[in-house]
């Protein structure tokens, strides 16, 4: 069982390593510098300074610039998850008689979800500069409270429109900034979070049909080796009726690489899935991560008058169906809609 309880520690890093990336990358004070900042300072008489500064320029160029990493890291995750896919799985589905409609699906998802990260990669999330500012500034009112009219960027020098935000990594205002994500290398913002929705739901969906395949395959192996109504032998010799650990045992020792994989393909299911339902949430109740975040710091602050009133209160729901159309038709300013 020593491979078990490494591979669900494994498991357990995947889990936590996941969303410790998508939550604080792209923040200015990140979660991992301030941890790198504080080590530093711990091993301070250790770590010659020359070491520490290499450290923090390493993280600060891998979260508050933007950089291929994260976009190499997650092609070369899906190229080894579809090879191993489709190098032993696909055969061993075929051989059992699958429906080839079923064995497809995942690649038919891989097309979309390859043409959805292109997009969210490539198109301009509504970076707000001096000439085009005032296309952005009358789209949403100002709230006054998450909000306030007239307040200039005081790095790139726009008036800054209702529910924009500076992103630290792109250096730019971006119009109903969402977040900043390493894995597409963007901001995603009002122009490219319905192409993020769509490469998020057919990621999620690419994750959970290989999961679904690699378990259904699994279990077709033991229902047609009649493995449950056997016995095994322990090392003191004594005879044992075969129980749920000894088959997952059995099937790590015959096919390691696909029982690894569908560990991996099942963490990444429940955490993305997980993510997305949040995603929807955000979207129905037409909130910006960005402005999710900032609002539940307000709920918690008892001086704030407006926290006496039961939290702060989102202005700007139009109700579901017109939070929908707005994601898939982004709001621009009344005066560009005239024309
Ligand atoms: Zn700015
Ligand atoms: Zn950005």
Known sequence: MDFLILFLLYMLLVLLSIPFVCFYSGRKQSFPSRLATSVTKVFSYVIPSRVQGAVQRVLRRLFHSRNCLFMVLHLVLEALVYGEFSWEVFGYCQELQF???FLLFPYFLLTVNVGFFI?????????????????????????????EK?????????????????????????????????????????????????????????????????????????ILSNMMLGHYTDDQGQEHPVDAFFVIQHLFLTFPRVVF??????????????????????????????????????????????????????????????????????????EKKKR
């Open 99 to 101: 429906s080839t409609l």
């Open 119 to 147: 997009l969210c990669s490539r198109t301009n999330p509504g970076t707000i500069t001096k000439s085009n500012q005032a296309l952005f500034l009358h789209v949403y009112a100002y709230d006054g409270v998450m909000f």
């Open 150 to 222: 007239g307040v200039e960027c005081s790095t790139c020098k726009v008036r800054k429109p209702a529910r924009s935000k500076h992103c630290g990594v792109c250096n730019s205002c971006v119009h109903r900034f969402d977040h900043h994500c390493v894995w597409v290398n963007n901001c995603i913002g009002a122009f490219n979070i319905r192409h993020f929705l769509v490469y998020l739901l057919t990621l999620t969906s690419m994750a959970a049909s290989i999961a679904v395949l690699t378990a259904t395959f699994l279990i077709q192996v033991v």
């Open 261 to 334: 994989m569908l560990g991996f393909v099942t963490v990444l299911s429940i955490v993305l899935g997980s993510y997305l339902c949040f995603a929807l949430y955000l979207i129905l109740t037409n909130q910006t991560s960005n402005e999710w975040f900032k609002s539940t710091k307000y709920q918690c602050s008892c001086s704030e008058p407006y926290s006496r009133h039961g939290g702060y209160k989102n202005i700007y729901s139009r109700g579901v169906w017109g939070n929908i159309t707005e994601i898939v038709t982004p709001l621009m300013s009344p």
